[in-house]
């Protein structure tokens, strides 16, 4: 069965996307495939305040246990200690930042002191780049990307940190890739011929991770990207899951 690291669970007010509760996400995800994920709270996303949303996602997956809650953690507000401490008693022992809609750079030196508190509690890192195709986004949503920029300064300022990237392009994982080595990376944002081809062709294989990114994409799409490739079996099976699970030490 495949692990995915990158699900959201909760409703989006910009699209109509698949609205599950958790045994309903975890029985779609277990019909395509699916085993495990790491599942994130859509609502923390827009709010003020992520930890209130981060509760609840642990709440609402503590009886599911196919899905492993990702709390989601914005290091601007001044109780980025307690949202940690939150993240710290989840099975993933790992935060979900979301930089651009969280309104702040990774790289800023202000955040110095949380990334410090985060390698010393020995939390893993999980970074979305974007949630959407810019394509598709609402017009009054303005929020791009995290730039490729921005990602390489803050690998380059903490090089002993090892986040996980979620949703580059595959250009810009190129990007990135020839900037810095201390990331991992994800699916569902390259789109390309023979993508998984590509991948294990042009990256470590330790470091690419299987998503989906449901319910923003279609999951039997993510899951038929990376099964109909033509890969070596200690790859595939590299991508499916033993990264992932590397990863987040399971």
Request: aromatic share 10%.
């Amino acid at each position: 069965m495949l692990f995915d690291a990158h699900v959201h669970l909760g409703s989006w007010p910009f699209s109509f996307l698949p609205e599950y509760n958790a045994p309903q996400l975890a029985a779609h995800l277990k019909a395509h495939g699916i085993g495990r994920a790491a599942v994130a709270p859509l609502a923390a996303v827009l709010a003020p305040d992520p930890l209130p949303a981060s509760r609840a996602l642990l709440a609402a997956v503590r009886k599911v246990p196919a899905l492993l809650p990702l709390p989601a953690v914005n290091p601007a507000l001044a109780h980025w200690r307690e949202q940690l401490d939150l993240a710290a008693t989840g099975p993933l022992r790992a935060i979900k930042l979301y930089p651009n809609y969280h309104n702040y750079k990774l790289e800023s030196p202000r955040f110095a002191p949380f990334f410090a508190e985060v390698a010393a509690r020995g939390l893993r890192i999980v970074i979305g780049v974007r949630l959407e195709d810019e394509r598709h986004r609402y017009f009054a949503l303005n929020i791009k990307g995290v730039p490729v920029k921005s990602l390489a300064a803050f690998l380059k300022q903490y090089p002993k940190l090892h986040p996980l990237v979620l949703g580059l392009y595959l250009p810009e994982l190129r990007e990135l890739a020839k900037a810095a080595k201390n990331f991992s990376a994800d699916t569902s944002c390259v789109e390309w011929i023979r993508s998984a081809e590509t991948l294990a062709k042009e990256f470590p294989h330790d470091r690419i991770l299987f998503s989906s990114h449901t319910p923003f994409f279609n999951t039997r799409a993510g899951v038929d990207k990376l099964t109909s490739g033509d890969l070596p079996a200690k790859v595939r099976t590299a991508f499916e899951s033993a990264n992932a699970e590397r990863f987040f030490g399971l």
